[in-house]
Protein backbone atom coordinates (compact mmCIF):
# COMPACT_ATOMS: atom_id res chain seq x y z
CA UNK A 1 0.00 0.00 0.00
CA UNK A 2 1.74 3.74 -0.85
CA UNK A 3 1.64 5.98 1.44
CA UNK A 4 1.60 9.26 -0.85
CA UNK A 5 0.09 12.47 -0.70
CA UNK A 6 -3.03 12.64 -2.56
CA UNK A 7 -1.04 15.38 -4.92
CA UNK A 8 1.59 12.90 -5.80
CA UNK A 9 1.25 11.37 -9.32
CA UNK A 10 2.98 9.11 -11.10
CA UNK A 11 2.84 9.14 -15.18
CA UNK A 12 4.16 5.88 -16.86
CA UNK A 13 5.17 6.60 -20.91
CA UNK A 14 6.63 9.58 -22.28
CA UNK A 15 5.69 10.28 -25.73
CA UNK A 16 4.29 12.93 -26.79
CA UNK A 17 0.82 12.74 -24.50
CA UNK A 18 2.63 11.06 -21.54
CA UNK A 19 5.13 14.24 -21.43
CA UNK A 20 2.30 16.94 -21.81
CA UNK A 21 0.59 14.49 -19.02
CA UNK A 22 3.21 14.88 -17.02
CA UNK A 23 4.01 19.11 -17.80
CA UNK A 24 0.27 19.59 -16.98
CA UNK A 25 0.52 18.14 -13.12
CA UNK A 26 3.99 19.76 -12.49
CA UNK A 27 2.36 23.33 -13.41
CA UNK A 28 -0.32 22.59 -11.31
CA UNK A 29 1.94 21.86 -8.57
CA UNK A 30 1.87 18.39 -8.29
CA UNK A 31 4.62 16.66 -6.99
CA UNK A 32 5.27 14.15 -10.39
CA UNK A 33 7.49 10.83 -10.81
CA UNK A 34 7.85 9.24 -14.46
CA UNK A 35 9.19 6.87 -16.03
CA UNK A 36 9.94 5.47 -19.80
CA UNK A 37 11.82 2.90 -21.08
CA UNK A 38 14.03 5.41 -22.90
CA UNK A 39 15.19 7.61 -19.88
CA UNK A 40 16.25 10.15 -22.17
CA UNK A 41 12.67 11.29 -22.81
CA UNK A 42 12.28 12.49 -19.14
CA UNK A 43 15.22 15.08 -19.48
CA UNK A 44 13.09 17.67 -20.29
CA UNK A 45 11.04 16.95 -17.15
CA UNK A 46 13.32 15.84 -14.89
CA UNK A 47 14.90 19.73 -15.48
CA UNK A 48 11.44 20.96 -14.66
CA UNK A 49 11.46 19.30 -11.07
CA UNK A 50 9.86 15.87 -12.12
CA UNK A 51 11.48 12.89 -10.44
CA UNK A 52 13.00 9.98 -12.56
CA UNK A 53 12.23 6.47 -11.12
CA UNK A 54 14.35 3.43 -11.64
CA UNK A 55 11.62 1.27 -11.95
CA UNK A 56 8.49 0.97 -12.78
CA UNK A 57 7.64 -0.30 -9.09
CA UNK A 58 9.17 2.69 -8.01
CA UNK A 59 6.87 5.19 -9.44
CA UNK A 60 4.32 3.29 -8.74
CA UNK A 61 5.41 3.10 -5.04
CA UNK A 62 5.91 6.83 -5.30
CA UNK A 63 2.54 8.53 -6.05
CA UNK A 64 -1.16 8.53 -5.30
CA UNK A 65 -2.04 7.97 -8.66
CA UNK A 66 -0.46 6.53 -11.82
CA UNK A 67 -1.40 7.28 -14.87
CA UNK A 68 -0.24 5.13 -17.86
CA UNK A 69 0.12 6.41 -20.78
CA UNK A 70 2.02 3.78 -23.71
CA UNK A 71 1.72 2.21 -26.75
CA UNK A 72 -1.28 -0.13 -26.49
CA UNK A 73 -2.65 -2.49 -23.37
CA UNK A 74 -0.59 -5.98 -24.29
CA UNK A 75 2.47 -3.15 -23.57
CA UNK A 76 0.63 -2.28 -20.04
CA UNK A 77 0.28 -5.70 -19.39
CA UNK A 78 3.61 -6.48 -20.40
CA UNK A 79 5.34 -3.58 -17.89
CA UNK A 80 3.11 -4.36 -15.11
CA UNK A 81 3.52 -8.22 -14.76
CA UNK A 82 5.85 -8.78 -12.22
CA UNK A 83 4.88 -5.76 -10.23
CA UNK A 84 3.29 -5.66 -7.24
CA UNK A 85 0.16 -3.49 -7.73
CA UNK A 86 -1.93 -4.23 -4.74
CA UNK A 87 -3.35 -1.47 -2.78
CA UNK A 88 -2.15 0.86 -5.50
CA UNK A 89 -4.58 3.27 -8.08
CA UNK A 90 -4.17 3.21 -11.89
CA UNK A 91 -5.46 5.54 -14.33
CA UNK A 92 -5.03 4.18 -17.89
CA UNK A 93 -5.11 6.70 -20.80
CA UNK A 94 -3.68 4.55 -23.22
CA UNK A 95 -6.19 3.40 -26.46
CA UNK A 96 -7.57 0.51 -26.44
CA UNK A 97 -11.34 -0.82 -27.41
CA UNK A 98 -13.87 -1.47 -24.53
CA UNK A 99 -13.04 -5.05 -24.40
CA UNK A 100 -9.62 -4.34 -23.52
CA UNK A 101 -10.92 -2.26 -20.76
CA UNK A 102 -12.98 -3.77 -19.51
CA UNK A 103 -10.13 -7.19 -19.12
CA UNK A 104 -7.55 -5.31 -18.04
CA UNK A 105 -9.68 -3.84 -15.02
CA UNK A 106 -10.66 -7.21 -13.96
CA UNK A 107 -6.71 -8.21 -14.39
CA UNK A 108 -5.65 -5.44 -12.16
CA UNK A 109 -8.40 -6.18 -9.75
CA UNK A 110 -7.83 -9.43 -9.01
CA UNK A 111 -3.94 -8.36 -8.09
CA UNK A 112 -5.42 -5.93 -5.58
CA UNK A 113 -5.45 -2.10 -7.54
CA UNK A 114 -7.68 -0.09 -7.86
CA UNK A 115 -8.11 0.72 -11.90
CA UNK A 116 -9.95 3.19 -13.91
CA UNK A 117 -9.78 3.54 -17.64
CA UNK A 118 -9.61 6.43 -19.91
CA UNK A 119 -9.67 8.28 -22.82
CA UNK A 120 -8.13 11.74 -23.99
CA UNK A 121 -9.94 13.41 -26.79
CA UNK A 122 -6.88 16.14 -27.18
CA UNK A 123 -3.97 16.82 -28.69
CA UNK A 124 -0.67 17.11 -26.67
CA UNK A 125 -0.71 20.56 -26.87
CA UNK A 126 -3.74 21.32 -25.29
CA UNK A 127 -3.30 19.06 -22.18
CA UNK A 128 -3.50 21.43 -19.11
CA UNK A 129 -6.52 23.79 -20.52
CA UNK A 130 -9.82 23.47 -20.35
CA UNK A 131 -10.31 22.71 -23.78
CA UNK A 132 -8.45 19.16 -23.37
CA UNK A 133 -11.66 16.78 -22.59
CA UNK A 134 -10.32 13.91 -20.56
CA UNK A 135 -12.88 10.59 -20.10
CA UNK A 136 -12.74 8.62 -17.19
CA UNK A 137 -15.00 5.00 -16.19
CA UNK A 138 -14.64 3.12 -13.30
CA UNK A 139 -15.10 3.14 -9.81
CA UNK A 140 -16.93 6.39 -8.91
CA UNK A 141 -15.35 6.15 -5.52
CA UNK A 142 -11.99 6.01 -6.98
CA UNK A 143 -12.52 8.61 -9.91
CA UNK A 144 -14.16 10.68 -6.70
CA UNK A 145 -10.83 10.78 -4.59
CA UNK A 146 -8.70 11.67 -7.78
CA UNK A 147 -10.98 13.85 -9.30
CA UNK A 148 -9.24 17.47 -7.99
CA UNK A 149 -5.50 16.66 -8.65
CA UNK A 150 -6.77 14.86 -12.48
CA UNK A 151 -8.31 18.48 -13.08
CA UNK A 152 -4.35 20.22 -13.56
CA UNK A 153 -4.89 17.74 -17.10
CA UNK A 154 -8.34 19.63 -18.66
CA UNK A 155 -11.84 19.37 -18.47
CA UNK A 156 -12.36 15.97 -17.06
CA UNK A 157 -15.40 14.07 -17.37
CA UNK A 158 -16.64 10.53 -15.38
CA UNK A 159 -18.62 8.82 -17.55
CA UNK A 160 -20.35 5.40 -15.16
CA UNK A 161 -18.96 2.01 -13.53
CA UNK A 162 -18.28 0.01 -16.32
CA UNK A 163 -14.76 0.29 -17.52
CA UNK A 164 -15.24 -0.06 -21.12
CA UNK A 165 -17.17 3.47 -21.28
CA UNK A 166 -13.99 5.81 -21.75
CA UNK A 167 -13.35 3.46 -24.67
CA UNK A 168 -16.88 3.63 -26.26
CA UNK A 169 -17.55 7.19 -25.91
CA UNK A 170 -13.93 7.84 -28.06
CA UNK A 171 -14.58 5.48 -30.56
CA UNK A 172 -17.63 7.15 -31.02
CA UNK A 173 -16.48 10.59 -31.06
CA UNK A 174 -13.85 9.36 -33.50
CA UNK A 175 -16.93 8.51 -35.66
CA UNK A 176 -18.12 12.20 -35.43
CA UNK A 177 -15.31 13.45 -35.84
CA UNK A 178 -14.32 11.76 -39.38
CA UNK A 179 -18.15 11.87 -40.65
CA UNK A 180 -18.17 15.56 -40.22
CA UNK A 181 -14.63 15.66 -41.71
CA UNK A 182 -15.10 13.23 -44.52
CA UNK A 183 -18.56 15.44 -45.56
CA UNK A 184 -16.77 18.69 -45.60
CA UNK A 185 -14.07 16.81 -48.14
CA UNK A 186 -17.05 15.73 -50.23
CA UNK A 187 -18.89 19.41 -50.65
CA UNK A 188 -15.03 21.06 -51.23
CA UNK A 189 -14.70 18.66 -54.11
CA UNK A 190 -17.94 19.43 -55.52
CA UNK A 191 -17.16 23.39 -55.19
CA UNK A 192 -13.61 23.08 -56.35
CA UNK A 193 -15.22 21.86 -60.00
CA UNK A 194 -16.73 25.56 -59.80
CA UNK A 195 -13.26 27.60 -58.59
CA UNK A 196 -14.43 27.79 -55.12
CA UNK A 197 -11.94 27.12 -53.08
CA UNK A 198 -11.72 25.19 -49.16
CA UNK A 199 -11.36 27.96 -47.46
CA UNK A 200 -14.15 30.16 -49.03
CA UNK A 201 -16.41 27.13 -48.09
CA UNK A 202 -14.89 26.41 -45.00
CA UNK A 203 -17.36 29.02 -42.85
CA UNK A 204 -20.78 27.94 -44.63
CA UNK A 205 -19.69 24.30 -44.10
CA UNK A 206 -18.98 25.66 -40.42
CA UNK A 207 -22.81 26.78 -40.29
CA UNK A 208 -23.95 23.38 -42.01
CA UNK A 209 -22.69 21.09 -39.39
CA UNK A 210 -23.20 23.47 -36.37
CA UNK A 211 -27.13 23.76 -37.44
CA UNK A 212 -27.10 19.63 -37.70
CA UNK A 213 -25.67 19.29 -34.19
CA UNK A 214 -28.43 21.43 -32.72
CA UNK A 215 -31.08 18.55 -34.12
CA UNK A 216 -29.59 15.87 -31.87
CA UNK A 217 -30.88 16.29 -28.79
CA UNK A 218 -34.71 16.20 -30.41
CA UNK A 219 -33.65 13.21 -32.63
CA UNK A 220 -32.40 11.40 -29.54
CA UNK A 221 -35.81 11.34 -27.92
CA UNK A 222 -36.88 9.90 -30.85
CA UNK A 223 -34.45 7.26 -30.68
CA UNK A 224 -34.60 6.49 -27.17
CA UNK A 225 -38.27 6.46 -27.19
CA UNK A 226 -38.46 4.42 -30.53
CA UNK A 227 -40.84 6.49 -32.43
CA UNK A 228 -39.60 8.82 -35.39
CA UNK A 229 -42.62 10.53 -36.39
CA UNK A 230 -41.89 13.08 -39.32
CA UNK A 231 -41.88 16.48 -38.17
CA UNK A 232 -39.03 17.76 -40.61
CA UNK A 233 -39.15 15.36 -43.36
CA UNK A 234 -39.94 11.82 -44.22
CA UNK A 235 -36.82 9.34 -45.21
CA UNK A 236 -38.20 9.05 -48.32
CA UNK A 237 -37.72 12.46 -48.82
CA UNK A 238 -33.94 12.47 -47.96
CA UNK A 239 -33.54 9.85 -50.05
CA UNK A 240 -34.31 11.71 -53.11
CA UNK A 241 -31.79 14.25 -52.42
CA UNK A 242 -29.49 11.58 -51.57
CA UNK A 243 -30.05 10.96 -55.49
CA UNK A 244 -29.91 14.41 -56.26
CA UNK A 245 -26.20 14.78 -54.66
CA UNK A 246 -25.33 11.30 -55.93
CA UNK A 247 -26.50 12.73 -59.54
CA UNK A 248 -24.61 15.83 -58.93
CA UNK A 249 -21.09 14.30 -58.22
CA UNK A 250 -21.13 11.90 -61.08
CA UNK A 251 -22.04 14.89 -63.72
CA UNK A 252 -19.24 16.70 -62.11
CA UNK A 253 -16.24 13.75 -62.03
CA UNK A 254 -16.24 13.79 -58.21
CA UNK A 255 -15.97 10.56 -56.22
CA UNK A 256 -20.01 9.64 -54.76
CA UNK A 257 -19.03 6.59 -52.81
CA UNK A 258 -20.12 8.44 -49.71
CA UNK A 259 -23.28 9.61 -50.67
CA UNK A 260 -23.71 6.38 -52.01
CA UNK A 261 -23.56 4.87 -48.66
CA UNK A 262 -26.14 7.27 -46.98
CA UNK A 263 -28.43 6.27 -50.06
CA UNK A 264 -27.95 2.12 -49.60
CA UNK A 265 -29.06 3.09 -46.01
CA UNK A 266 -31.81 5.24 -46.15
CA UNK A 267 -33.14 2.37 -49.23
CA UNK A 268 -32.85 -0.67 -47.06
CA UNK A 269 -34.49 1.71 -44.30
CA UNK A 270 -37.71 2.32 -46.45
CA UNK A 271 -37.74 -1.48 -47.77
CA UNK A 272 -38.42 -2.38 -44.20
CA UNK A 273 -41.74 0.32 -44.54
CA UNK A 274 -39.84 3.01 -42.66
CA UNK A 275 -40.11 5.55 -45.71
CA UNK A 276 -42.88 7.69 -44.05
CA UNK A 277 -40.67 8.11 -40.86
CA UNK A 278 -37.82 10.17 -39.59
CA UNK A 279 -34.07 10.32 -40.58
CA UNK A 280 -32.89 9.12 -36.84
CA UNK A 281 -35.08 5.61 -37.93
CA UNK A 282 -31.88 4.50 -39.56
CA UNK A 283 -30.67 4.00 -36.32
CA UNK A 284 -32.08 0.40 -36.80
CA UNK A 285 -29.83 0.20 -40.45
CA UNK A 286 -26.59 1.57 -37.91
CA UNK A 287 -27.54 -0.98 -35.30
CA UNK A 288 -27.44 -4.35 -37.78
CA UNK A 289 -24.16 -6.40 -38.00
CA UNK A 290 -22.78 -5.65 -41.58
CA UNK A 291 -23.99 -8.41 -43.76
CA UNK A 292 -21.21 -8.38 -46.60
Not at 176 to 187: D, E, I, P
Request: glycine letters at 10%; charged letters at 15%.
Amino acid sequence: MNNASETSVAVIGLGLMGRSLAGAFLAAGHTNTVWNRTPAKAEGLVAQGARLAPTVGDALRASAITILCVTDYPAVRELFGTNDVDGTTLLNLTSGDSAQARDTARWFEQRGARYLDGAIMAVPQTIGTPDAMILHSGPQADFNAHRETLRALGTVSYLGADHGLAALYDVAGLTMMWSVLNAWLQGTAMLRTAGVDAATFAPFAQMMAAGVATWLPGYAEQIDSGSYPAEVAALETDARSMAHLIEECEALGVNAQLPKLFKALADRSIAAGHGGEQYPVLIEEFAKPHSG
